[in-house]
């Protein structure tokens, strides 16, 4: 991509947002024409419209839109990396990958506050975290909705993907995308 692309960010794409925030969304790996481009996780991809209109609507973003890593959106009390940190090959993230990445992704997770609340956006990103805290997957079901207590204290919630494939066929609709961030500052209410 990097030659047929060369003005795109082509590199490893970091994490957005305060890294002491206690809402931590980890998705699954920069889009093609999106963070690939921008370097900045969900901007210029169509699921970073859903997610930053979505984040600005509950108060989590200053702004519904994010075109470029150097506009003036900022987020408030969340961060937002991914799973796997560069473009995958056919923009979807292998098995492999992910745990090539994992050890990046387990730092993060490392420094997340114990009060936070991680919400996983698809079942990759579901497993992605239990890997970066040597949890076993089976007691954790991914489930749109599904909060799991992990054993290190912090709290799992699980979300499908905002992508286009999954809200143009109806999986996943704004209004469940709402619910879910909603639960997600509730549970961190409760914590707090």
């Known amino acids: 991509m990097r030659e047929s692309r060369p003005h795109y960010h082509n590199a490893p794409v970091a994490p957005f947002g305060d890294s002491q925030a206690r809402l931590m969304i980890v998705g699954l790996a920069p889009g093609r024409h999106g963070a690939n481009a921008t370097g900045r996780p969900f901007t210029g991809d169509y699921a970073g419209i859903l997610l930053y209109r979505s984040l600005h609507a509950c108060g989590l973003a200053s702004r519904g839109e994010s075109r470029n890593a150097a506009d003036d959106l900022e987020l408030v009390g969340c961060r937002i990396t991914n799973a796997v940190k ?107």
């Open 86 to 192: 560069c473009l995958p090959p056919a923009n979807k993230p292998t098995t492999a990958e992910t745990i090539r990445c994992n050890a990046y992704l387990r730092t993060e997770l490392e420094s997340h506050p114990r009060s936070g609340v991680i919400l996983a956006l698809g079942a990759i990103a579901h497993r992605a975290v239990l890997r970066a805290f040597d949890v076993r997957p089976g007691p954790f079901a991914f489930g749109h909705g599904a909060s799991h207590e992990l054993p290190n204290g912090l709290l799992l919630i699980d979300s499908y993907h905002c992508s286009r494939y999954n809200t143009q066929t109806g999986r996943l609709t704004e209004a469940m995308f709402m619910d879910v961030l909603e639960q997600a500052q509730e549970a961190l209410a409760a914590r707090a």
